[in-house]
């Protein structure tokens, strides 16, 4: 099979532009009378909604995608939206001017790119997004003009050596509009790597951090970092990070039930700013309602969500009574949030659930079944 062939465009679009002086889309545009740019700007930012959809937050991990990327999010689904960007800013110098920007908007190096015979190997997949990184951080750090668009990045952290990692850290630094920052996913062995090139880095502009528990060095270096989300099933070094240098944080998205009593009382200590909490659980994992009962103290909480995700074979999943079996902990958050004081924009409180059970057969195999329910509370008058 032959290997996976890049041109420059894939990985750093700079020598044939020449400066761009605005980092925004509102830069003042010489419109002809009859051409697009006579277009309100509010239409042609309606254009990129059907070039292809944006990398989710936090991005989906499918079972049949893991099993043919090799754990790889897919190029050709996140690809389209980015090379139809970029080639609509090669069009003319006014076009460039408003695409460019959007075109630059994401920073992502986690999809690796197809071959001309379908899909290559785990391996020259994982080796595609490692140059990917390495080529668009070098490129970032000498193109500032480019570095300004950047507001999220969308990373895989795979095959790095550690010069490599300090260039990926000082194109993290030199990026002044970053506000999101998801890693999709990192290699074990790469976490002392990851903490020596991120030592003494602070990343004060990133206000939201998705990640898994094992890259919790770089969460570290985010202390101004409002919203947190770990899916992997541990989270504890994440928990630990949060309580050492990030109490600022006012929406949690993680796994509890391997943290401990005293781990969650810390974090609850530490964060008291926080407004939203999304407890994630799975199949046959501990949960005990005491940890919801620690939240009451929480002065700002208003929003408690419980996600599930669970695997069932044929009589499980036909029988399985979601509400039923998990009415003890929407209680319990009723119950906690009533003795808050917090409140939404609005100054409501809510419970949510998002539940989602796969069926595992031998005759059927991956069919779902989502329920979810939302619940105000009623706020207790002081």
């Not at 062995?189 to 528990?213: C, D, E, H, W, Y």
């Not at 992997?232 to 006012?250: G, L, W």
């Not at 031998?362 to 939302?374: A, F, I, L, P």
Request: net charge positive; with cysteine; hydrophobic share 40%.
């Amino acid at each position: 099979m032959p290997s996976l062939r890049y041109s420059e465009d894939d990985f750093i679009l700079t020598k044939r532009f020449k400066s761009v002086s605005t980092p925004h889309v509102t830069h003042d545009i010489p419109k002809a009378p009859t051409s697009i740019l006579s277009m309100p700007h509010e239409l042609l930012l309606e254009i990129p909604k059907y070039l292809g959809p944006t990398i989710s937050l936090p991005a989906e991990r499918l079972h049949w995608m893991s099993r043919r990327w090799g754990g790889c999010l897919p190029y050709p689904v996140y690809g389209i939206r980015t090379r139809a960007l970029r080639s609509l800013s090669q069009t003319s110098h006014s076009l460039r001017l408003f695409f460019l920007p959007l075109a630059w908007e994401n920073f992502d190096a986690c999809c690796a790119k197809d071959d001309d015979y379908g899909l290559g190997t785990a391996d020259t997949q994982l080796t595609a997004i490692y140059l990917m990184l390495k080529l668009r951080s070098e490129g970032l750090i000498r193109h500032r003009d480019l570095a300004t668009f950047v507001r999220v990045a969308n990373i895989r952290i795979s095959r790095l050596s550690a010069e490599d990692l300090s260039t990926f850290a000082e194109c993290l630094s030199s990026l002044p509009n970053l506000h999101t920052l998801q890693i999709v996913d990192m290699q074990t062995k790469l976490s002392t790597q990851v903490k020596a090139a991120f030592k003494g880095r602070r990343l004060l502009q990133i206000r939201t951090v998705i990640l898994p528990n094992h890259a919790h060095h770089l969460l570290r270096s985010c202390p101004e970092v409002r919203e947190i989300t770990c899916p992997d099933y541990r989270a504890t070094y994440i928990v630990t990070a949060i309580t050492d240098k990030c109490r600022k944080v006012e929406a949690l998205d993680l796994m509890i039930s391997y943290a401990g009593d005293d781990m969650i009382s810390h974090l609850i200590k530490a964060t008291p700013n926080l407004r939203r909490v999304t407890i994630r659980t799975g199949h046959n994992m501990p949960f005990d309602l005491k940890w919801i009962r620690l939240l009451a103290s929480l002065p700002c909480l208003h929003t408690i969500t419980f996600r599930e995700q669970r695997e069932l074979w044929d009589v499980s999943f036909h029988s399985d009574d979601v509400e039923a079996r998990l009415q003890q902990r929407l209680d319990e958050a009723i119950n906690a949030l009533r003795n808050t004081q917090g409140g939404d924009e609005k100054g409501r409180k809510w419970v949510r659930v998002w539940h989602r059970t796969v069926l595992r057969s031998v005759q059927r195999n991956g069919d779902e079944r989502v329920w979810t329910k939302e619940i105000e509370v009623e706020v207790v008058p002081k």
